[in-house]
């Protein structure tokens, strides 16, 4: 052990005299110049080019008027909606109109065979003449026994009697008139008309189908054009409709599967109290249909506009999120990347109002959101300020019919 130490320590000390003499026999040279002699280094130090800065495109963000809106689920109601049925009974002769068709008012639908109706009412007039006679003979005694009655050749109780039989004769003549009148309105009833113009359903009453008075249903008629909306508001949002209304009209969008508006509406009635079950108030908005496109008995997503308001807008695709946290990239004074966090509200079209997080006049980075990092160096080229869609989107149509 000994002797290998003292092998290993010449050894070394033979190694530093050898390089000692090398130095000396260099010339002396200064660590410098030894390190530039070494094979695998250059005489200059390479230096990393910078990173050159990214070109992004930016939106100046302002504040712009947007709509004061809530959403509901509407159903589609008809102004006039009849079910017709048979009035009277008997077999039908005539169908005169399409099913499923349009009709017009006082249009023939049905013919009912009127031949029984018209029998009894020859029956009445020919009892309403019986009864006209005995009333005419009745009227006649009465005359002849009060004069005799005044004289004392008649009793009173003759008189009487015969006043009696003819209040009698009047009662049935009265009796046989109403009968005319009710034949002649069985053969009223015996012709079903269209009660205003609309559009017939579908029909499965056929000519020589017998019907039953007040229980066959023969058809039904609605008006399609113009047809109504109605819808369950809860009350804060019925007041803000009430308020609106008071200033000028409410506006609703019905929203088509897309959630943009397909077709205007104007509330034009509010229910006089509030379903104590549900604490909603009923409303009306009137909409054109002359495409029919609108059904009775439709749901609709329905957006009721009753006023506008300022907000701050950003193009939805230039949000992210990190950790549940919605945040937007801007480019400071100095060409610099800041993230910033921020507080979304309602959609625009194809903008999201921004409640928290932002002032008038950032500038919004809307592509290479990937590439985003803080402090990142950039070249912002101006892609303009946001355009607002004044209509809400689907984004802003809360669940189930609640508003807001």
């Known amino acids: ?117 018209e029998v009894a009412l020859q029956t009445a007039k020919s009892q309403q003449a019986q009864a006209q006679a005995q009333l005419t003979f009745a009227q006649a005694e009465v005359d002849r026994t009060e004069t005799l009655a005044d004289k004392g050749y008649a009793t009173e109780q003759r008189f009487q009697q015969l006043q009696a039989n003819r209040t009698s004769a009047v009662a049935q003549v009265q009796g046989a008139e109403a009968a005319i009148a009710r034949q002649n309105l069985n053969l009223d009833y015996a012709v079903v008309n269209a009660p205003f113009d609309g559009r017939a359903s579908l029909s499965t009453i056929n000519p020589g189908d017998l019907v039953i008075e007040n229980q066959t249903q023969l058809v039904s008629v609605v008006q399609l054009d113009p047809i109504d909306i109605q819808m369950a508001l809860s009350s804060e949002d019925s007041e803000a409709v009430r308020a609106a209304m008071r200033d000028g009209g409410v506006t609703v969008s019905v929203l088509g599967e897309d959630g943009k508006p397909v077709r205007e509406a104007k509330i034009y009635q509010l229910d006089n109290r509030f379903d104590p079950r549900t604490a909603r108030r009923l409303v009306r908005a009137l909409m054109p249909n002359d495409d029919e496109r609108f059904l009775p008995g439709q749901f609709v997503r329905a957006s009721i506009r009753t006023g506008t308001k300022e907000r701050l807008l950003v193009p939805t695709a230039a949000l992210d999120s990190q950790l549940a946290q919605q945040i937007v990239y801007t480019v400071d004074a100095g060409g610099k990347i800041q993230q910033k966090p921020v507080t979304t509200g309602d959609t625009y079209g194809e903008n999201t109002a921004i409640l928290d997080g932002l002032a008038d006049g950032d500038q919004v980075v809307v592509d290479h959101l990937q590439e985003m990092r803080q402090n990142l160096k950039v070249v912002a080229q101006s892609a303009g300020e946001v355009e607002p869609d004044r209509k809400p989107g689907h984004g802003d149509a809360p669940a189930s019919g609640e508003p807001g």
Not at 46 to 67: F, G, H, N, Q, S
Not at 87 to 112: A, C, D, M, S, Y
Request: glycine residues 12%; aromatic residues 6%.
């Open 1 to 117: 052990m000994v002797r290998t130490a003292v092998k290993v320590g010449v050894g070394a000390g033979l190694i530093v005299l050898a390089g000692a003499g090398g130095w000396y026999a260099a010339g002396r040279p200064t660590p410098e110049r030894m390190v530039a002699a070494l094979p695998f280094t250059g005489g200059d130090t390479a230096i990393e080019p910078a990173e050159p800065p990214l070109d992004v495109r930016v939106i100046t963000v302002r504040k712009v008027k947007v709509p004061i809106a809530f959403t509901y689920t509407g159903t589609i109601i008809s102004q006039q909606d009849a079910t017709l049925q048979a009035r009277v009974t008997g077999n039908v002769t005539e169908r005169p109109f399409e099913p499923g068709g349009h009709v017009k008012k006082g249009q023939v639908l049905f013919h009912i065979d009127p031949r029984p109706f």
